[in-house]
């Protein structure tokens, strides 16, 4: 029985079979995926969808992200060039995301290899990257949203920089790779996202956890050129903020990434919410008692009130019968009054005129014409002493959400495209421009979508998948914790090798990493919007998490499998 246990546990796929398994596992989800369709809403999502479909279009013709108004910069804009890109190479929108994914799936499985002694080690890597229900769910691949490709930018991003840490001794031929694919990952990360940042604390950590065991490693070879080489990613995100800036400066004249997180706006945001508030409210950055006394006593300021205290802004961004403004709306209700009151004719004007406000207001506070608290720069809520336990809370459960793969539904149950119901001439552009079709029939005598019987099956199956992973990620998440907790120990005694030290470490930083995207989701939840805790926010953690558990797996759990193929 030993003997017929280890003969199985040996046999290995042929390299022919994990060519034709991996080639068969990528057709059948490929397949599956081709039944979905997009969301499309253009008159309720003119701050998201509808943003970077306009821009994507403006950029097709050679126009850039088009004409300048308020909303032209307001965001980062890789996802534009994205679809434009998709879209002159006439590859389907929903394909093209699929593809990105599997390209990153692949790069996941190869940046793993030094650990796997299996060729069916890999086959299950590429298959449970590839998989990844968050990256089919409807609320983050079914939008014409920039999330729609962040699972995939995420996964780049790490299996960049651990497959290069993980090959520090091998040639550098062969590991300098995967700084240049955690260099793409990292900059259209950063790019597609202001709150791409977040990615910036592990790409440092994890280069100078490698330099450091490249220092550390008396017998390396080729050592100061790889020391050198970990700069690579570092300068591919410069080039490309810098590629950004020079063509928003050749276009608008600003030499910005967007004029939403510049000094100006951010100064003039953050001197609004400095002034103290007599009656504070949650989530209410500026409420309208603040915002009468900011009129009286700031010029620049009382010169909006005609524009922003309207029931049409309250309705945008707000309430209209409290007259207020939430966190996540402030900001954009401001700029949306600057365009009506004709700021936003040019870059430069907007520019002139948020960097006055700004100085203003803080001028105001700084004279004591304003009750004030110290000054502030920024759009994120101010942290507070009743936000933590919240935020604590938050977060775990935010870590449960992605466990589960909640909200990971590969369809719209409810929400239809109605606009382009009635529109056929406004479907057929989104159609022909996403190369897709667009979810606008209706059941018969309802307002939810229709969908085929293939098209369910579809969905059905999608949804098994779902499931499974929603069952058996948890328990595998908490085996291979207990197991790094367990084996600590050993790692770092005497009798654990330099690659499981670094394993260890590797596990540790992405266990940091995944905890931290649930925190900030769970801060901004608590503190600024409601419902943050959308899997479209949470979908950079899955990648994160899949990894961190196949990284385990094969450190903590398969050792076994490696101890018979040396016998």
Not at 153 to 182: E, N
Not at 296 to 307: C, K, R
Not at 379 to 400: D, Q, S
Request: charged share 15%.
């Amino acid at each position: 029985m030993k003997e017929r246990l280890k003969n199985l546990l040996c046999r290995d796929l042929s390299v022919r079979a994990l060519l034709l398994l991996g080639l068969g596992f990528t057709l059948a989800k490929l397949i599956l995926t081709s039944f979905q369709l997009v969301l499309a809403t253009p008159d309720f999502a003119i701050l998201d969808d509808t943003l970077m479909y306009e821009a994507a279009k403006s950029i097709t013709e050679g126009q850039w992200l088009g004409e300048y108004n308020w909303l032209t910069l307001g965001k980062y804009m890789f996802f534009p060039v994205w679809l434009a890109m998709l879209h002159t190479l006439h590859i389907p929108y929903l394909l093209g995301g699929q593809l990105l994914q599997m390209l990153a799936s692949l790069a996941g499985a190869w940046a793993l290899a030094p650990l796997i002694r299996r060729r069916w080690g890999l086959l299950l890597c590429y298959v449970v990257l590839f998989y990844n229900p968050a990256a089919s769910a409807a609320y983050v691949t079914l939008r014409i949203y920039r999330d729609s490709i962040t699972p995939a930018l995420s996964l780049l991003l790490f299996a960049g920089f651990i497959g290069y840490a993980l090959r520090w001794r091998q040639p550098l031929r062969k590991s300098v790779w995967f700084l240049l694919i955690g260099g793409i990952g990292l900059a259209c990360s950063y790019l597609n996202r202001e709150d791409g940042i977040w990615f910036l604390p592990f790409a440092i950590i994890a280069g100078l956890v490698t330099a450091g065991f490249l220092l550390w490693d008396k017998g390396i070879c080729q050592r100061m050129a790889k020391l050198v080489c970990l700069l690579i990613p570092y300068l591919i995100l410069g080039g490309g903020i810098l590629a950004f800036c020079l063509v928003n400066q050749h276009y608008y004249g600003r030499f910005v990434l967007s004029d939403f997180t510049s000094s100006e706006f951010k100064d003039a945001y953050g001197a609004l919410t400095r002034v103290t508030q007599k009656d504070p409210q949650n989530k209410v950055p500026v409420p309208y008692e603040t915002r009468m006394r900011i009129y009286d006593a700031v010029e620049e300021f009382a010169f909006l009130e005609p524009y922003l205290e309207t029931d049409m802004m309250y309705n945008n961004f707000g309430s209209v019968p409290d007259k207020e403004f939430f966190a996540g709306g402030f900001y954009w209700a401001l700029r949306s009054a600057a365009q009506d009151a004709g700021i936003y004719q040019d870059a430069s004007t907007a520019e002139a005129y948020f960097r006055s406000l700004a100085d203003a207001v803080n001028a105001a506070c700084d004279s004591g014409l304003l009750e004030a608290g110290p000054p502030r720069s920024g759009t994120t809520p101010a942290i507070r002493a009743e936000h933590i336990l919240p935020t604590i809370k938050e977060t775990f459960l935010n870590l449960g959400r992605v466990l589960s793969f909640s909200q990971a539904d590969p369809y719209y149950k409810t929400t239809l495209s109605t606009q382009l119901n009635g529109q056929p001439e406004l479907r057929e552009e989104y159609e022909d421009f996403l190369g897709c079709g667009v979810n606008w029939i209706a059941k018969a005598g309802t307002d939810e979508p229709y969908y085929s019987p293939i098209q369910q099956m579809s969905y059905l199956a999608l949804n098994i998948i779902r499931y499974l992973f929603a069952v058996l990620v948890p328990i595998w998440f908490a085996v291979v914790l207990v197991c790094q907790v367990l084996k600590t120990r050993r790692c770092f005694g005497r009798e654990g090798s330099s690659l499981l030290r670094l394993c260890w470490i590797i596990e540790l930083g992405l266990l940091c990493c995944l905890l931290l995207r649930c925190a900030i989701v769970a801060f901004m939840s608590v503190a600024a919007f409601n419902d943050v805790e959308d899997i479209m926010y949470l979908s950079s953690a899955h990648p994160i998490l899949l990894l961190y558990l196949l990284i385990g797996s094969f450190t903590f759990l398969f050792s076994p499998l490696k101890r018979l193929k040396s016998e």
